[in-house]
């Protein structure tokens, strides 16, 4: 099965916004698999921070609520992450990861896409 792809990421600054993709069509959402995004800022392990499920609902961290949305194109099985309002501590490489639905641990992420956001 193909990993993830992840794209979108690049620099920006504080206060703006990027919209992250994922192409996850070797772990499609018809076959199970809920997805979701995962970043690891420089110095902190990799941190789950929205997810998504069968049933179009996400979670999200404490740190990125009320300013990242994450949804999914069930038909194509892409993934998306738009993030607003950026904050210089956002800066990370940031993973989609799939999991079986109905389990809690991601099994499969891509090589990730970097996001720097400066002061």
């Known amino acids: 099965q193909a990993p993830p792809v992840e794209s979108g990421g690049g620099s920006v600054q504080a206060g703006g916004s990027l919209r992250l993709s994922c192409s996850a069509s070797g772990y499609p959402s018809n076959w199970g ?7 690891q800022r420089p110095g ?13 609902r996400p979670t999200y961290a404490n740190s990125v609520k009320g300013r990242f949305t994450i949804s999914k194109d069930y038909a194509k099985n892409i993934v998306y ?4 309002n950026l904050k210089p501590e956002d800066t990370a490489l940031y993973y989609c990861g799939a999991r079986r639905c109905g389990e809690t641990t991601y099994t499969r992420w891509g090589q990730g896409t970097q996001v720097t956001v400066s002061p």
């Open 44 to 56: 902190y392990e990799r941190e789950e921070i929205a997810d998504i499920d069968n049933r179009q």
């Open 81 to 84: 992450l738009q993030m607003n």
């Open 33 to 39: 698999y809920c997805h979701g995004w995962l970043r």
